[in-house]
């Protein structure tokens, strides 16, 4: 996991769009959300910022990777933090990747 999360950072998921909508309000927690079709608005709890803290999630499908005959979905996902401090973005993110974490043995 990452130390620190920019305000504004892009990512290349390998999920499809059913998977990352499954995963997504397990991943946001106990934050309240508005969903779309494409993007999510998470009002972050926030005690130390008297403004509202939030996370704008956007994805939308991307070519699928190929490995020989291997074929895996991908999503371009845009994250967009506003008045969200570092400490709180790294704790939202830890939680986020922990739930999207995929992996096989």
Do not use: H, K
């Amino acid at each position: 996991m990452q130390a620190a999360y920019a305000e504004a950072f892009d990512r290349v998921m390998t999920c499809t769009v059913a998977d990352w909508l499954r995963l997504l309000p397990a991943a946001i927690g106990a934050n309240a959300f508005a969903l779309t079709d494409d993007s999510a608005t998470v009002q972050l709890a926030n005690g130390s910022t008297p403004s509202r803290s939030s996370l704008r999630i956007q994805w939308r499908e991307a070519p699928e990777r190929r490995i020989a005959l291997v074929r895996l979905p991908q999503l371009n996902v845009s994250f967009r933090f506003e008045n969200t401090p570092d400490t709180e973005r790294l704790a939202f993110m830890q939680r986020f990747d922990l739930f999207m974490q995929r992996g096989g043995g």
